[in-house]
């Protein structure tokens, strides 16, 4: 592949989630855990890979429709890699642990399939204007670029 997105030398690892550059995530998937990333973040792929850009559970759609707040996730599974990238937003590779992690759905970029996510009231007492009322709970063990 020949693009500038791609013009940096690609970093040498074995990790599941490599930062291949300052704003562009690689993904190995070896066919046994699959990834769950933003819709339209995915900017190539190699290898045998299947995308489920319909997946939602009952309780996502539900949250979505009272908060307004969710995150559009696609079902990335198979065996390659797969290359991701979000508004030339820097990408950050972070170690869920059993506590959770709360975001804006709008940073999020991939997770592993084993964490959980769900929208949650966030009460602010200095109503800092900008932030949303509703953030992303990502609980579960595993990694969230």
């Known amino acids: 592949m020949q693009s500038p997105l791609f ?7 074995q990790e599941r989630y490599v930062v291949q550059n ?3 995530l690689r993904v190995s998937l070896t066919g046994h855990d699959d990834v769950l990333a933003r819709k339209g973040a995915m900017v190539a792929y ?3 890979i299947d995308f489920d850009g319909e997946y939602e559970s009952r309780g996502q759609r539900g949250a979505r429709a009272r908060t307004g707040e969710g995150l559009d996730l696609m079902r990335c599974s198979g065996q ?3 290359y991701f990238a979000n508004l030339a937003q820097y ?6 642990d059993q506590e959770g992690i709360t975001v804006d759905s709008a940073y999020v970029l ?3 399939s084993t964490l959980h996510t769900e929208v949650i009231a ?7 204007s900008g ?6 709970d990502i609980t579960g063990r595993g990694r969230s670029p």
Do not use: F, N
Not at 7 to 13: D, F, L, M, R, Y
Not at 91 to 96: A, F, L, N, R, S
Not at 122 to 128: A, K, L, M, T
């Open 91 to 96: 990408v950050h590779v972070v170690d869920v």
């Open 46 to 48: 190699q290898g045998l």
């Open 80 to 82: 390659g890699t797969v």
């Open 22 to 24: 300052p704003q562009l």
């Open 122 to 128: 966030v009460d602010s007492q200095y109503g800092i």
């Open 110 to 112: 991939a997770l592993d």
């Open 131 to 136: 932030s949303g009322k509703y953030q992303l």
């Open 7 to 13: 013009s940096h030398t690609e970093q040498q690892s």
